[in-house]
């Protein structure tokens, strides 16, 4: 056989080797068993970080692409028929074929992932999932905190039990022992002359008693639930004169009634009454 015919021989078996392969790829890109496109999630709302106020419950809105919503059970036939699983911190907290899901956080930082599962719950390969962290306060969700000493004014004169009023913004008062670094919520600790003296959980003034006279200086300070001062610092204070009202001396007033009687008694014993003559 000639170079020429063995040449042309080598090109038609190669061409028949392609086309082999081309025919067995359409067929197995056309067969029953075909590999649907990869899921996507993504949750759209809150962001991640996000500061969730006045001890509200958060909606979290999430979209997905190439998969089909169906509620657990109903036996989605497709490979990307199913639902999706809301986490918080870890703990199994719901299951969804809706978009959306409320959920009531307590207070504290907390991280909220969404998972993509199959009908019978079995999760994709690779995990399919989308996860933000979010802070929840029973404070307000914006505005620094703060706190204003509204009575009694700078240097002003006090009996030994007095009172100091306050008023708050952008913080919510509540009681010690949650958790701690939440925004915008805890007490307020109240120190006379630097010490410790009441913490407040509750809006109502700062009651002080029997305050010895001289100079007293009040603070009030901003602390979250574990006790610890607010990052920056937040505090009013104020400077007062404790006097006791003074005691009316009475020695005289008592001194001219004894000698009044005393004197009353020396007429009634040495100038008797005369009787009447007949």
């Given at each position: 056989m000639r170079d020429a015919e063995r040449h042309l021989l080598r090109r038609r078996a190669a061409c028949l080797a392609l086309a082999f392969l081309a025919s067995v790829l359409l067929l197995s890109l056309s067969g029953p068993n075909v590999r649907a496109a990869t899921p996507t999630l993504r949750i759209v709302s809150p962001a991640n970080n996000a500061l969730i106020g006045n001890g509200s419950s958060v909606p979290i809105v999430f979209v997905t692409s190439d998969f089909n919503l169906t509620e657990p059970g109903t036996g989605g036939a497709g490979p990307n028929d199913g639902h999706v699983r809301v986490f918080v911190d870890r703990t199994l907290y719901a299951v969804t074929a809706e978009p959306m899901v409320l959920l009531p956080l307590a207070p504290g930082s907390h991280v909220i992932r969404l998972q993509l599962v199959a009908d019978n719950g079995t999760g994709f390969v690779p995990d399919v999932n989308a996860s933000v962290t979010v802070t929840s306060t029973r404070g307000p969700a914006g505005g620094p905190p703060g706190i204003t000493i509204v009575y009694p004014a700078e240097g002003e004169q006090r009996g030994p039990d007095t009172?100091?009023?306050?008023?708050?913004?952008?913080?919510a008062l509540v009681p010690p022992g949650g958790p701690a670094s939440v925004p915008n919520e805890g007490h307020v600790e109240v120190l006379l002359d630097g010490v410790l003296y009441q913490e407040l959980t509750v809006y109502e003034p700062a009651h002080f008693s029997d305050l010895p006279d001289g100079v007293?200086?009040?603070?009030?300070?901003?602390?979250?639930?574990?006790?610890?001062?607010?990052?920056?610092?937040?505090?009013?204070s104020v400077?007062?004169?404790?006097?006791?009202?003074?005691?009316?001396?009475?020695?005289?007033?008592?001194?001219?009634?004894?000698?009044?009687?005393?004197?009353?008694?020396i007429v009634v014993l040495f100038y008797p009454l005369r009787k009447g003559t007949p």
């Open positions: 009172a100091v009023s306050f008023w708050l913004t952008n913080f007293h200086n009040v603070t009030l300070r901003l602390v979250d639930s574990e006790h610890n001062p607010l990052t920056p610092d937040v505090a009013a400077r007062f004169h404790v006097r006791a009202p003074g005691v009316i001396d009475i020695s005289p007033a008592v001194a001219i009634t004894n000698a009044v009687l005393a004197g009353a008694v």
